[in-house]
């Protein structure tokens, strides 16, 4: 784990950071590993005009050679399918973070398009259910396209005429398939 210290519209200085730490009671976290370089919790502090804000680092723009993060892995730019109406993956993430999903749950995605909050519950390891009035946004025929990013690589699309639907998501990024009815 890794603590950031933050203030609202200056900065503050490393050994005031330091400081705000140390009165921090860290004695029941003692069991845990403190590490800088690839923390895999970040707790930040932030300290506004008359308030203090202690909180968990979801995602964060700063992307280095460590991150693996869903922020950029589930990223609509790396997505090999995308239908008109995608939803934004962060936005998918916190739905499912705020819905509580976790392994085993069964989720039902009545809008399911391309697959962004499916996606986001299938990583937590839910069961996933969805169902779209619009077929051919499920089966890849006219409405949907494939990603415009030519670095996109999907391993298991060995032909290139090959059609891309809400399937080849979740075989891109190794979930389980969803039930689409």
């Known amino acids: 784990m890794k603590f950031r210290v933050e203030t609202k519209g200056k900065k503050i200085k490393r050994d005031q950071q330091v400081d705000v730490i140390e009165k921090l009671d860290l004695h029941e976290l003692e069991p845990f590993k403190f590490d800088m370089k690839t923390p895999e919790v970040v707790f930040l502090i932030l300290f506004g005009d008359d308030e203090v804000i202690f909180g968990c680092v979801v995602a964060s723009g700063r992307q280095s050679e460590h991150d693996a993060h869903f922020h950029f892995k589930y990223g609509l730019k790396v997505r090999p399918y995308l239908?008109?109406?995608?939803?934004?993956?962060?936005?998918?993430?916190?739905?499912?973070?705020?819905?509580?999903?976790?392994?085993?749950?069964?989720?039902?995605?009545?809008?399911?398009?391309?697959?962004?909050?499916?996606?986001?519950?299938?990583?937590?390891?839910?069961?996933?259910?969805?169902?779209?009035?619009?077929?051919?946004?499920?089966?890849?025929?006219?409405?949907?396209?494939k990603s415009y990013n030519k670095d996109v690589i999907v391993e298991h699309v060995t032909n290139k005429d090959e059609n891309y639907n809400i399937f080849t998501n979740f075989k891109h990024y190794g979930l389980p398939l969803p039930d689409i009815f």
Not at 83 to 108: I, R, W
């Open 83 to 145: 239908s008109p109406t995608c939803l934004d993956h962060e936005l998918a993430f916190l739905m499912a973070n705020q819905a509580k999903v976790t392994a085993g749950a069964l989720v039902y995605d009545p809008f399911v398009g391309s697959g962004s909050i499916a996606i986001a519950c299938a990583h937590f390891g839910a069961l996933v259910i969805g169902s779209d009035l619009d077929e051919r946004v499920l089966t890849g025929s006219s409405v949907g396209r």
